[in-house]
């Protein structure tokens, strides 16, 4: 058989497409980093927030409800995906998350609590604390159950 | 085998014991005598912000869901390559906490790692930082923890081999340690606010025991000061405190003041894990100024 130039592009087209599906599916199976990207996901929404929190943007209860909302969503996307011995690796997830099951799982339920409280706010006297209690939450879970970087 | 002859057995014997009273000397405790103390009155509140600079309520404070937990009357085990260390009791009960300690007690405990009864503690109960302490400031920190209410709490005995030999091992230690000069403040020379926060990083603050690796000695490695390293704790590790500003860690002392104070609680996102989030609730509750120079030091360290 001839290579032809097309033949040629169709093969390297191919096996940059299976490389990619077998990227995309080796990611979707993997939980720790599903949650990871769905954490990526709140910190980049908190942003926002903190510029209100340090006077660098006006309170606006649009832009809170929007981001405090997909924080929400996506802790409650992320409290899913740490099945037993999905620690290891990359991943900063302590042996305290299945050794203290309960404990974790209560730290969750706080952050999604307090994003939803944080959704709900529509007067900047209330941000603040909204905010503090959010952000603490965060703390809490990351003081007890991450590892520190590797 | 031949037996060794009589002799060459006594000059074994001989070796054997010279080498056991070298050791048992070399490794005796060394205590101020209470003259030493200078007469000093008492600041509580003063002792209070020295309490939260060296966050002595990080390690100190009893496990989730035990009585009056606002109180320093213990704290979770301490894990280490050598053993499992249970923080002591520092609230005022006479058998369990400092009731019965005096100025002296107190000062030896904190600037040479001595119990009253002149045992040798362990440097995970970190002096070589305090023995920088100024000791009126010391005195004040001993006023603040006997104002608070008392609590029995006794601490478990430390899960280390060998532990009596051990200590007296740390005596040795000790030596080696000590010589190398605790951190000069009173040289520090770059104004108010940076001087101050040059004390407090690195006498109460204490922060070059987890962010200044240690030599094989586990003496502090100068030339790697601040420089970061493997977390004691045996997982990850301890970020560098050097070019906080330059690697764009944070954008001003300002800044880096802001995250000591909140943490996460305003998106801080690198300042808890590892122990850092309970150091971090520990310096929130200093006052602003004493914050401000403690980052004001930090990122003058290139």
């Known amino acids: 058989m001839r290579l032809t130039k097309r033949t040629l592009a169709f093969a390297a087209g191919m096996s940059i497409g299976l490389a990619g599906a077998w990227g995309a599916g080796l990611a979707a199976e993997n939980p720790a980093h599903q949650r990871h990207e769905a954490m990526e996901t709140v910190q980049e929404s908190f942003k926002p927030l903190r510029a209100i929190a340090v006077k660098e943007a006006p309170f606006d209860a649009a832009v809170v409800k929007k981001n405090a909302t997909t924080i929400q969503d996506k802790l409650k996307e992320a409290h899913g995906l740490f099945p037993e011995g999905s620690d290891g690796g990359d991943s900063r997830a302590k042996k305290e998350i299945w050794t203290d099951r309960a404990g974790f799982d209560q730290a969750m339920k706080d952050a999604i609590a307090a994003a939803g409280a944080m959704a709900a706010v529509t007067d900047e006297a209330a941000y603040g604390n909204a905010l503090k209690t959010l952000g603490g939450s965060c703390k809490n879970c990351h003081d007890k159950y991450r590892l520190p970087k590797q | ?302």
């Open chain 2, 1 to 302: 085998m031949r037996l060794p002859s009589r002799r060459t057995a006594a000059a074994i014997a001989c070796v054997l014991v010279v080498a056991a009273v070298a050791f048992l000397r070399l490794s005796q405790a060394d205590p101020l005598p209470a003259s030493a103390i200078p007469a000093h009155a008492a600041d509580r509140a003063n002792g209070e912000v020295l309490f939260h600079a060296g966050s002595c309520f990080a390690c100190h404070k009893p496990p989730d869901g035990a009585a009056r937990a606002s109180l320093p009357s213990g704290g979770s085990p301490f894990k280490t390559p050598i053993g499992v260390f249970y923080p002591q009791n520092l609230t005022p009960d006479a058998e369990t906490g400092l009731g019965r300690w005096s100025e002296a007690d107190f000062v030896n405990a904190m600037t040479r790692g001595l119990s009253p009864d002149g045992r040798h503690y362990f440097p995970a109960f970190p002096y070589m930082a305090y023995r920088a302490m100024k000791v009126p400031d010391i005195l004040d920190l001993r006023a603040y923890l006997a104002s608070l209410p008392a609590v029995t709490a006794p601490a478990p005995r430390h899960r280390v081999p060998l532990l009596g030999l051990a200590r007296r091992g740390v005596g040795l230690w000790k030596r080696l340690a000590f010589a190398q000069a605790p951190f000069a403040f009173a040289s520090a020379s770059g104004g108010g606010s940076w001087t101050r926060g040059a004390y407090l990083v690195n006498a109460p603050g204490h922060c070059g025991e987890c962010h200044t690796p240690k030599n094989l000695l586990m003496i502090e490695s100068l030339d790697r000061y601040m420089a970061g390293g493997p977390h004691p704790g045996g997982e990850g590790k301890v970020p560098s405190l050097r070019g906080l500003v330059e690697r764009k860690k944070y954008k001003d002392a300002a800044d880096l003041a802001l995250a000591l104070q909140n943490g996460e609680e305003l998106g801080y996102k690198d300042i808890s894990s590892g122990g850092m989030g309970a150091i971090q609730s520990n310096l929130a509750q200093l006052p602003e100024a004493d914050v401000r120079a403690i980052a004001d030091y930090l990122v003058s360290l290139k």
